[in-house]
T-cell receptor
């Protein structure tokens, strides 16, 4: 029983394409996140949703659009992919915004743009 | 300068050694997380601290809020402890800020 699952795990695609990464959590958490890990392994927050409402939107190009159909799902859609979008994208979830609560991460989605 | 600084960046130890990884931060926080990332890439939360000390098996995490400093200790290290250890602080709302990670290699 995977707590936070994201698909696909690996994605290789050409520049200019549009792609989506899906994330689902079965923990009953209120808050979900997308993080990006660059080639230097540095993690940065991209988006956070609490009960389907966007609460954090870092300085991310508007080619990236998160969608939360319900509080168990947070998908990431990326338009017009660029080489610099190549990274590992992690979905995560926690209860009540993370304050004082453990954060659970998905396995990561390795995106390579060629 | 990053709000969260970890040291060392790389650490190589022999099996059985006692290991310490340090994390300093420059902002007021409500909680600090220690995370472990294995070569396969998955990230696991080891500890969430807001004060004092926590212990889980061979792992111990401490935090000093006044000094804005936390340490992660591993006793009797083992090759399976080889991973990247990441410190992350919760400063405002639900926004986590991460350190750059410490690559630990434990040799048999």
């Amino acid at each position: 029983d995977t707590a936070v699952s994201q698909t696909p795990k690996y994605l290789v695609t050409q520049m200019g394409n549009d792609k989506s990464i899906k994330c689902e959590q079965n923990l009953g958490h209120d808050t979900m996140y997308w993080y990006k890990q660059d080639s230097k392994k540095f993690l940065k927050i991209m988006f956070s949703y609490n009960n389907k409402e966007l609460i954090i939107n870092e300085t991310v190009p508007n080619r990236f659009s998160p969608k939360s159909p319900d509080k168990a799902h947070l998908n990431l859609h990326i338009n017009s992919l660029e080489l610099g979008d190549s990274a590992v994208y992690f979905c995560a979830s926690s209860q009540q915004g993370g304050s004082g609560n453990t954060i659970y991460f998905g396995e990561g989605s390795w995106l390579t743009v060629v | 300068k990053n709000e969260v600084e970890q040291s060392p960046q790389n650490l190589t130890a022999q099996e059985g050694e006692f290991i310490t990884i340090n994390c300093s931060y420059s902002v007021g926080i409500s909680a600090l997380h220690w995370l472990q990332q294995h070569p396969g890439g998955g990230i696991v939360s080891l500890f969430m601290l807001s004060s004092g000390k926590k212990k889980h098996g061979r792992l111990i995490a401490t935090i000093n809020i006044q000094e804005k400093h936390s340490s992660l200790h591993i006793t009797a290290s083992h090759p399976r402890d080889s991973a990247v250890y990441i410190c992350a602080v919760l400063a405002s709302g639900s926004r986590l800020t991460f350190g750059e990670g410490t690559q630990l290699t434990v040799n048999p």
